[in-house]
Structures are given as structure tokens and as C-alpha cells.
């Protein structure tokens, strides 16, 4: 069961990650925010789960180089890896658009 | 795009992206047709990448997992979609009604079912044709009295929808005065089909001339 | 017991007791193979009706301001196309088939719930058929296959169509959560022993990761559907701009269903891809692990592509960035298949044959589609592109080529185990080429239609705007298709009545599935395999004949039991034996009083929905009797010599499971509420609203009371371990607390909320607490249920399977209230 959660938790993470800043974007805008603070909390969170996802992948890798990696272990690895990239590439629009409503 | 060349008029229409006007509707027919180059070179990769597997070779080699997983699935798109989600970020950026542009000109867009409405300065000019100048950005701001229907005209820039409740804008600009044609892009039940509206570009002095004169 | 019986013999004891008789009892089938059969044949004569409706609508286009129907009729034929397609056709067909080969693939006996797919099955039908019928009364849904609010309101929309899809659609979905819940539960836990996740043939990943999305996505369309119709038959104002509600409210709940929708469908075909295209390239599929990372990517990323549908609605631009780099990456993965696939068969010796033809179609079709959509992934072409017909063309050549042409492979492929019989493809050929060459001449030029400004449901255009000749082309197109469509179905069909006799495993695949009897027996396995790799027949070819002998697990008929073994999730060991239902035709009463229910509520009948919903619980309840065992048996012989416990006995049996996904599925649907409340709040217009709730802390807490006290005193109960009079009695409490609960969640609605009809606000609280109610009452069934079943013998320490079910719905409701009632009692208090 958690071996299971553990393959899956970098995609959680994503998840996580859309809808917290889609969702702030929303709240900065009716809110209204500015630009600038809006941009910084954009930051803050994409990076807080960047980190988050870096740290399970850092386990993965540490978990399947100590020992003889079986199937779920080389399945968390490549999921999780997969899950950080797919969370980079769907923050970067906050560094090349601008966050204005 | 022979056969459509062929087709009669090939990519010119009253309603056709393909036949731009303006520098927003310039921008994404440009935009088109390079996507369309790089989609035909990745479709006729994967064809013939298929096709060369039936032909008979007795020797094959050890299969390169990495070669094909690795470059073909993983590195080849990344690299070729980070390059058009940066560009289309970019070119995305530039259309958008974001502060005031030199000499602008705001009109409001009231859509109901089937027929559009369009005030300038809170006059109503007319229902069901649109008279802006040419060579300035007009800001459309467009709503809905009663049912989701879509400001669209094809030959200026993209679409935005009518949204009871809601106010959205649209920022267009003509380059070549004449009149062009919009439509609703949005189902709105039986009269849908019909609900278009025509759009006429004045220079900017017969803009003026045009809007001095009707002024009561 | 094992090993002394004959196959003859053992064939005949197994069929008599996994048959199904002739005659009226086949209305009785429980069987996987008979019911996956029977969800093909009526997805492909749903696929008729809404190809039929396919021609109609390009008759119409086929010349400028035709005037072969007008724009009413028009306006039901499009919206009718779509939803026959997307509800009625494509996902039962993949469920049919997932149903047929699943089983069989993972070396098992049957689903873990063989009434759930059979009450699924009739759902589906009578759901179907009311919409069908709807169709030819001249009342079908006529607001697009997405029915966008305000035109689907009651206002814009005042006749019954709308209710025919929003009812008539949900009723078909209980048939596919139900799908799903069985499909994840059987591939995780009953797969052959020693089948660990890692030896399950990767037909078996496409479908658990399909089955947890549907799972996921369906609920918010369930919801969304529930809101509409509540809206529209009692007006409470959810989508009305100006009472606080908002027409995007109903866009952002279709499409987190609708995206995921779309995917669902491809995922399964690609799958039969995955199974199909290894064997005729001869060579295993390279970067097995690899796409399994990809279809766990493209489960998840789905999820977060919906507003890619809405990226002219006025979102901002950053918010639509997110999205639109979301659908990118969704190709990735997508990819990663694509170039597995080829390189498979760059590596393998491909056979020239009818299946992997209609493979080339799919690459060539599909391939194309996915590039028409990273284009409409782009946000500033989407503005041009969006709601015109390149949209049309895009979508039917990932659809056509992502699901149809696989759908076509597998079906010449899976044809000689479905029938028996030797497959000439001759005509199939024919059929190939005609749907090929038609579909591109159909669809190809309709990407420029599109961009030379054709909006989408437009029932004419004038002659002057250049699309005359692009539509004439397309109408052509579509007939070339139909034809082929039709020679397609010929085939099969001269192939199952006249076939001759053909021998088992013709590919040579090396998956369980040919190890059946071709066709197929009821019992599918005389007795169950040990597996030691994917490749189960390539390790022992000999595989088949030992089972039918009765050398695997369970090589015997005993007690007039049908039992199969169910194994853990990860390594697939022997955990349990299951036990499962016997052939009955509650699953078809049971469906017949579900619609009954529904019949109630669109033709505003609602006593007669009462007398549905109160039949079609008490008919669920009467599934039980007989389930269970009334005394505690220990270990059972299994076969080779071991034994195992009975699944009432055991720690997690599939039933438990079952309440887990659905609970999850639930909890998607509350969620999806909350998300209601908190959108329409920062998004609508007129919000704050005038009234607010007065008090409701005392009606909450008595509510909370009941529920908490429900959920400790089922604990109570499964502690009392054999001890039936304390059981007995904490049950008894249970229930009344569970009242207590139900009535407090009454009050509330009657006396602390505002008016419902006059503001969204306070119709979505409103709904908030309608669901604590609802699921108080079942609460107060389960607890009242567990105290019949331990008066009858059925509970004991051994065997708490009843109340560890009810334990979890207690939970959950507990853990659902609580929220509810923090999000009905704060949210007033920061809004003023």
C-alpha cells in the first residue's frame, strides 16, 4: 500500500501544484492582489513543490541504489522523476507570462 | 495545401483566419502555418519510421531501448514543446488588452439571442454592425443578456466569449479599411446560424467624419 | 478432492454450476464473458445510431443553406451524435471488452463482481434507451453534447429535453462507476498466483489506471448533472448569473469530467495496442516499464488539462498558461508509447496481416490528431481555432484514430477466441480501406473548413463564405466510411455464424488469455495457473491442456460454489479464496426499479421516484441473502495441497475494497460541492447575497454527535468480537444515533437555511447539507442491516465483513459532515 502511495506522490505533488496556483491566480485576481505580490506567492508555492518533489525523488534514488531495485522501486523512480518534470514545465509559465489578470 | 489552393480562393474568405487583416490575425496565421510545417515533418517521421520496420532485413541489430524511449519519446518532444510553449507565451502576451494603448477606442458589445448590439461611449451606434477605425486598437468589451454567446471576427484576431454576468475583453486592431464579417462562435440555440454582424473599417478621418455626424 | 477428476468430467461440474441456461434465464447472466459480449453488441448498435445521426448531419452540410432539416431538429441530431458517441458507444465498448478479456488475461474466473457488471449492463441499456426513445419522440437533448448552462436551463431550454440527458446520462454513469470500481478491484486483487504486478500482462495497467480515472472523473459530471437538474425542476439558482450563480460553474465541472472522458477512451485502446502489436511484430514490447511510467503520466495529467476547453471564457492569461503547458506535456508521454511501439516493430519481423493494417490507421490517424491538438494547446491559435470546425476534425481523428481503428485491430485479432472459429480477412481488406480512405476524406479538409472560419452546429451557411466545395468533400467522405462501417459488421458477422472451426492461439501470443477454451467456457479457467513471468504460455506451452485437467489451484467443483482466488496487490501471493454470487436476475429488477426512479423525476412524478428509490434499496438488501457464511470455517483446501480463508473470513476481501473506491468516488463528488461553494463565491456576480444562514451551531453539533456516535459504537460492535448481545446492542444504538443524525441534518435544512431558490449561495449550502442527510440515512441502513445480519447468524470475529463495511461509510460521512459544516457555519462569517 504506501509503496504504492510512494510511486504515485510525485504526481500528487503536481496535482497539488496546478491547482494551488491556478487557484491563487483566482483569489490574487478577485482579491486584488497586484502583480507583484501575486508573482511572489506564484514563486514561493511552484518552488515549495518543486522541492518537495526533488526530496521523494532524492529517496527514490537513494532507496534503489542501496539495494537490488525491484519493479515498484524502478516504477516510483521513473514516476516520480517523470511527475518533477511535468511540475517544472507546467510552473514555467509564471517566469515568461505576466501575472496580471 | 495544393488541394485547397484548389478548392477555389485557397485560403481567402470573408470569415477565413488564413485571409488576416490585422496584426493579431496576422500573428496566429503565421503562427499556423509554421505548426503546420513542424506537424507534417513529425507525422511523416512516425509514417516512415512504421513503414521501414516492414521492409525485410536479415540483420537486426540489438534493440536500442534508450534510443527509442529516450530521444525519440522523451527528449525530441520535450525539447520541441518547451520551444512553442515559450513562443506561444510570448505571442500570446502581445494580444492581450493590457493597459492602455495610444488612441484606443472602447466599445461595448451586448449579445443576446440572436442579434449583437454595439455602443461606442455608451451611445448605441447600431445593432449588427460594428464601425471602428483602422490603424488604432479597439477594445471590445463584451457581454451577455441572456445565453453564452462568442464575439468572433476570423479576419482581425481571436474569439472571446459572451458571458452573462461577466465582462470580457477583446482588443483588435484593422489594418486595411473595408468591411469584414463576425459571427457568433458559441451555440446559442436555433438562431445560431445567423448570428452574424458586419464589421466596417473607416479611415481614421472617415471614422472621425462618421462618428461627428452622428452625433445628435 | 483435487487431481482425481477427469476434465471431462470436471468440465461438466464447473459449466453447471457457471452456466448460464437458454431460454428467459439469460436475462439471468452474471458471467463476465456473456455480459462483456452482450456491452459490445449493444455499444455497436449504439455506434450505428449515432453513425446514422452522423449522416444526417452531413446530408445537411453537404450544400449551402440546405433546408433538409431545420435548426430544431438539427440542434437534437448534433447534440444527440455526440452523446451516443462519447456515453453510449465508446466507453460500453471498452467496458465490454475489459469485461471479456480481463478475467481471462489475469488467470482468474470471472470480475470480483459479477451482479455489479450485469446491473451495470441493464443501467446502461434502459438509460440508453430512454435517450434513444427521446430521440425519436422528437424530445432529445438539443444544447450541444455539452449542454453549456444558461442555453441548458431551465429559462432558454424549458422543454423536457434537457432532463432526458441530464437523467438519462446518469443513470448510464451508475453503470460505469460500477465498471470501474470491479475492474480496479479485480486487477488488483484477483490475478493468478504469483502474478505480481510486475508479470500482469500491460493490457492490465492501461485498465487500472483507466478505472481509477473514471473513478475520479466521473463524480464531477454526476454532480454537476445533479445541480442542473435540481436547478431546472425546483430552481435552485447554481448557474444563474443573476442570483449569484454562474454559467462557468457548469463549464468547470463538464470538463474535469470531459477532459479525462476523452482519455479514458484512448487509454484502453491503447492498451489493446500494447497487447496486440508485440505479438504480430513478433518481439516483446520494448520499454515495458517505461510505458507504464507514461500511462500513470497520462492518468494523472489529464487531470489537468480542462481549461483548455474554456481558454476563451476570459481567464487569465497566466491561468490559461498553466493549461495550456499541461496539454503539452500530456504528448510526452503519449510519445513515449508512440516510439515504444515503433521501435518494437523496428526490432521485431511485423506480419503483414488485417490487424496490424488497421494498427498503420491508427498511427497515421492518431498521430495526426495529437499534432492537431499540441496546435490547439497553443493559446493564441486556440482563440482562432476554438468552437470552428478544425476543432471538429481534431477531435474526430484522435477519437476515430485513437480508439476506433485500435477497437478494429482488436476485433479481428480477439475474433477467433471470441467465436472458435478461423477469420478470413479478406473482406476486411475492403472494410480497411474504405474507413481509411473515407475518414481522411471526411475530416482531412476539414481542418481548413475550420480555419476559413466554419464555426461548430451550425445547421447552414450562406454560399458566399468558401465552403461549399470543403463540405461537399466531407459529405462525400462520411459515405465512403459508412460503407466501410458496414462491411466491417457484414464480415463479423458471416465470420461468427459460418466461420470454420479454428485452432486455440493462432497469433502464438503468450498471454493467459489463450489459454481458455476457444470460445471460451463459462468457468473460462478448469483450474488456475501459478505465473512465473509475463509470458505465461512461452514459459509452459503445454499450459492449457494441464488446466483443463485440473493440475492449477482450485481444480474441483464443491458445494455448488463459484471460487476463484484472490491474491495480494503487489507480489501476488495467495492471500484468500472467493466466493463469489451465483447467476440471478436481481441485477435486472434491481435495474428496472433504478429506472423507475428516474422515469419518476423527469416527468416530475416524484412519488414514483420514492417508490423507485425505496424498491431499489430494498432489492439491493435482498442482493445479500445468502452471501456469507453462518458459522466460521477456517482454512479451505485450494488446490496443490494448501488452503486458504474464505473471503467473509478474511482481513481485506474484495467487497471491502469495493467500499473503499466507491467511497473515493464519493468523496471526488463532495469535493467537487466544496469546490461549488468556494468558486461561485470568488467568481460569481451579486455575492456576497443578502441572507445569510441564522445559527445552525446546535442543529451541527446534534449532527455531528449522531454521526460520531454511529461510527464509535459500529467499533464497539466489531470488538465485541463472538459476543452477539453487546454487538447486538451497540448496533441497535448505532441506528438510533444515525437518526438522530438524520433528523438533525432535517432540521437544519427546514430552519436555519434561507430560501434556496433565492440565491446560489444559499442553494449550494443547501445541497451541502442535503448530502450529510443522505448519507446519515444510508448510515442508519448499514447500522440496521449489520443488526439483522448478526440476529441471523452472519457476524461473528471471524467473520465482521458487514460491519467493516458499514465501519467505513460511517467514517467517511463523519469525516464529510465535518467539513460540510465548517464550510456551511464559516464561510458566512468571513464574507460579511
Known amino acids: 500500500m504506501t509503496s504504492g502511495l510512494r510511486a504515485i506522490a510525485g504526481f500528487l505533488i503536481w496535482a497539488s501544484a496546478l491547482s494551488l496556483l491556478y487557484g491563487t491566480l483566482s483569489l490574487a485576481c478577485a482579491w486584488g492582489l497586484g502583480p507583484a505580490v501575486t508573482l511572489a506567492v506564484l514563486l514561493i508555492l511552484w518552488l515549495a513543490h518543486l522541492a518537495l518533489g526533488g526530496a521523494i525523488l532524492i529517496g527514490d534514488v537513494r532507496f534503489a541504489r542501496g539495494q537490488d531495485a525491484g519493479f515498484g522501486q524502478r516504477l516510483s523512480l521513473g514516476a516520480n522523476a517523470a511527475a518533477l518534470g511535468a511540475t517544472l514545465f507546467t510552473g514555467l509559465p509564471i517566469v515568461i507570462a505576466s501575472p496580471t489578470c | 495545401m495544393l488541394p485547397a489552393a484548389a478548392m477555389g480562393g485557397g485560403c481567402s474568405g470573408p470569415l477565413s483566419t488564413l485571409d488576416p487583416a490585422g496584426p493579431n490575425a496576422v500573428s496566429v496565421a503565421h503562427l499556423w502555418w509554421m505548426m503546420l510545417a513542424g506537424a507534417a515533418a513529425i507525422l511523416a517521421l512516425v509514417i516512415i519510421l512504421f513503414l521501414v520496420a516492414f521492409v525485410r532485413r536479415d540483420e537486426r541489430g540489438p534493440v536500442r531501448e534508450r534510443l527509442w524511449i529516450g530521444v525519440g519519446g522523451f527528449a525530441f518532444p520535450v525539447v520541441v514543446l518547451s520551444v512553442l510553449l515559450v513562443y506561444a507565451l510570448l505571442r500570446g502576451e502581445e494580444l492581450l488588452p493590457r493597459g492602455s494603448a495610444p488612441g484606443a477606442i472602447t466599445i461595448d458589445a451586448v449579445s443576446r439571442q440572436f442579434s449583437w448590439e454595439f455602443r461606442t461611449g455608451g451611445r448605441l451606434e447600431s445593432s449588427g454592425r460594428l464601425i471602428i477605425p483602422t490603424g488604432r486598437a479597439v477594445d471590445v468589451r463584451v457581454t451577455s443578456e441572456d445565453v453564452i454567446h462568442s464575439f468572433w471576427i476570423p479576419r482581425l484576431g481571436g474569439k472571446i466569449d459572451a458571458i452573462p454576468g461577466h465582462v470580457n475583453v477583446v482588443r483588435l486592431t484593422a489594418d486595411v479599411p473595408g468591411i469584414y464579417r463576425g459571427q457568433c462562435a458559441e451555440y446559442c440555440g436555433t438562431g445560431h446560424s445567423g448570428m452574424s454582424f458586419e464589421v466596417e473599417a473607416l479611415e481614421p478621418a472617415a471614422y472621425d467624419r462618421r462618428m461627428a455626424g452622428a452625433a445628435p | 478432492m483435487s487431481g482425481e477428476i477427469s476434465p471431462i468430467r470436471l468440465h461438466k461440474e464447473l459449466s453447471r454450476i457457471w452456466g448460464t441456461p437458454p431460454g428467459w434465464a439469460r436475462l439471468s447472466a452474471v458471467n463476465h464473458t456473456v455480459v462483456g459480449r452482450r456491452f459490445m453488441l449493444a455499444a455497436f448498435i449504439f455506434f450505428a445510431i449515432g453513425g446514422l445521426l452522423a449522416m444526417i448531419i452531413r446530408v445537411q452540410l453537404a450544400t449551402p443553406e440546405s433546408t433538409f432539416i431545420g435548426p430544431e431538429i438539427y440542434g437534437q441530431i448534433f447534440t444527440m451524435h455526440g452523446t451516443v458517441m462519447m456515453f453510449l458507444f465508446a466507453i460500453p465498448m471498452f467496458e465490454g471488452m475489459a469485461l471479456y478479456l480481463l478475467p481471462k488475461m489475469l488467470g482468474s474466473r470471472d470480475l470480483a463482481f459479477p451482479r455489479l457488471s450485469a446491473y451495470g449492463f441493464w443501467c446502461y441499456v434502459f438509460g440508453g434507451s430512454i435517450l434513444i426513445l427521446a430521440l425519436l419522440a422528437g424530445v432529445a437533448p438539443d444544447a450541444g453534447w455539452f449542454m453549456y448552462t444558461p442555453l441548458s436551463s431551465g429559462r432558454y431550454s424549458p422543454g423536457i429535453n434537457a432532463d432526458v440527458w441530464l437523467i438519462g446520462i446518469t443513470f448510464v454513469e451508475i453503470s460505469a462507476i460500477g465498471a470501474a470500481i470491479e475492474i480496479v478491484v479485480t486487477i488488483l486483487k484477483l490475478r493468478a498466483p504469483g502474478m505480481s504486478l510486475a508479470r500482469m500482462p500491460i493490457m492490465a495497467w492501461y485498465l487500472l489506471v483507466t478505472a481509477l480515472m473514471m473513478l475520479v472523473g466521473f463524480p464531477p459530471l454526476i454532480l454537476g448533472s445533479i445541480l442542473l437538474e435540481v436547478e431546472r425542476a425546483f430552481d435552485w439558482p447554481f448557474f444563474d448569473p443573476t442570483r449569484g450563480g454562474d454559467a462557468l460553474l457548469w463549464q468547470h465541472l463538464f470538463w474535469l469530467f470531459g477532459h479525462p472522458e476523452v482519455y479514458i477512451i484512448f487509454l484502453p485502446a491503447a492498451g489493446a495496442v500494447s497487447m496486440i502489436l508485440p505479438v504480430l511484430a513478433r518481439h516483446p514490447l520494448i520499454g515495458h516499464n517505461w510505458i507504464v511510467v507514461s500511462v500513470i503520466g497520462v492518468g494523472f495529467l489529464s487531470f489537468g488539462l480542462w481549461v483548455h476547453h474554456m481558454f476563451t471564457v476570459g481567464i487569465p492569461h497566466l491561468g490559461q498558461a498553466f493549461f ?104 476486411g481488406y475492403v472494410s480497411f480501406w474504405l474507413i481509411f480512405i473515407g475518414f481522411n476524406v471526411t475530416f482531412f479538409l476539414m481542418h481548413l473548413t475550420g480555419l476559413r472560419g466554419m464555426p461548430r452546429r451550425i445547421e447552414a451557411y450562406p454560399a458566399e ?128 426499479a433504478t429506472g423507475v426512479f428516474f422515469l419518476g423525476l423527469l416527468f416530475k412524478l416524484y412519488w414514483l421516484s420514492g417508490i423507485g428509490l425505496i424498491v431499489t434499496v430494498g432489492l439491493l438488501l435482498r442482493w445479500t441473502k445468502g452471501m456469507g457464511l453462518q458459522r466460521d470455517h477456517g482454512p479451505l483446501e485450494i488446490g496443490r495441497g494448501e488452503s486458504a480463508l474464505a473471503h467473509y473470513e478474511a482481513d481485506y476481501p474484495p467487497s471491502r475494497w469495493a467500499m473503499i473506491f466507491a467511497l473515493l468516488a464519493d468523496g471526488i463528488l463532495f469535493g467537487s460541492l466544496a469546490f461549488a461553494l468556494l468558486f461561485l463565491w470568488v467568481v460569481a456576480p451579486a455575492w456576497p447575497p443578502a441572507d445569510l444562514i441564522s445559527g445552525g451551531w446546535l442543529q451541527a453539533f446534534a449532527l455531528m454527535a449522531g454521526l460520531g456516535a454511529s461510527a464509535m459504537l459500529t467499533r464497539r460492535a466489531i470488538r465485541s468480537g463472538d459476543d452477539a448481545t453487546p454487538r447486538e446492542r451497540s448496533l441497535l444504538l448505532a441506528a438510533a444515533t444515525g437518526l438522530m443524525a438524520v433528523a438533525a441534518a432535517a432540521l437544519f435544512f427546514m430552519s436555519v437555511l434561507p430560501d434556496p431558490t433565492r440565491h446560489a449561495y444559499a442553494a449550494v449550502t443547501a445541497a451541502l447539507v442535503v448530502y450529510c442527510l443522505v448519507h446519515a440515512a444510508v448510515g442508519v441502513i448499514f447500522s440496521a442491516y449489520g443488526l439483522y445480519r448478526s440476529k441471523t447468524g452472519y457476524v461473528s470475529a471471524a467473520r465482521r465483513l458487514d460491519l467493516v463495511i458499514a465501519q467505513h461509510w460511517h467514517d467517511y460521512t463523519f469525516a464529510t459532515a465535518l467539513i460540510a459544516m465548517v464550510l456551511v457555519l464559516v464561510v458566512p462569517m468571513v464574507m460579511t
Open chain 3, 324 to 427: 495550456s503547458a499541461a496539454s503539452m506535456l500530456v504528448a510526452i508521454p503519449t510519445g513515449v508509447q508512440i516510439f515504444a511501439w515503433l521501435g518494437t516493430l523496428m526490432a521485431g519481423r511485423p506480419q503483414r496481416v488485417l490487424p496490424m493494417l488497421f494498427l498503420f490507421g491508427f498511427f497515421f490517424v492518431f498521430v495526426l490528431g495529437g499534432l492537431t491538438g499540441v496546435m490547439l494547446a497553443v493559446v493564441p491559435f486556440n482563440w482562432q481555432a476554438h468552437d470552428t470546425h478544425f476543432v471538429v476534425a481534431h477531435l474526430h481523428y484522435v477519437l476515430v484514430g485513437g480508439f476506433i481503428f485500435p477497437m478494429l485491430a482488436a476485433a479481428y485479432y480477439w475474433l477467433p477466441h471470441l467465436t472458435g472459429r478461423e477469420t478470413s480477412y479478406h473482406l
Open chain 3, 465 to 592: 463564405l468558401g465552403w461549399e466545395t470543403l463540405n461537399l468533400i466531407s459529405s462525400v467522405g462520411g459515405f465512403l466510411m459508412a460503407i466501410g462501417f458496414a462491411l466491417f459488421a457484414t464480415d463479423v458477422t458471416l465470420q461468427m455464424l459460418y466461420g470454420r472451426r479454428a485452432r486455440r492461439n493462432p497469433w502464438r501470443a503468450e498471454t493467459l488469455e489463450w489459454a481458455t477454451p476457444v470460445p471460451p467456457t463459462s468457468y473460462a479457467f478448469a483450474s488456475l495457473p501459478v505465473v512465473g513471468s509475463r509470458r505465461p504460455l512461452e514459459d509452459d506451452p503445454d499450459l492449457p491442456r494441464k488446466l483443463a485437467a485440473g493440475e492449477g489451484y482450485l481444480g474441483f467443483a464443491r458445494n455448488n460454489w463459484m471460487e476463484v482466488l484472490s491474491v495480494s496487490t503487489g507480489g501476488g501471493d495467495i492471500d484468500h479464496l472467493v466466493m463469489l454470487p451465483r447467476r440471478t436476475f436481481l441485477p435486472l429488477w434491481t435495474a428496472l
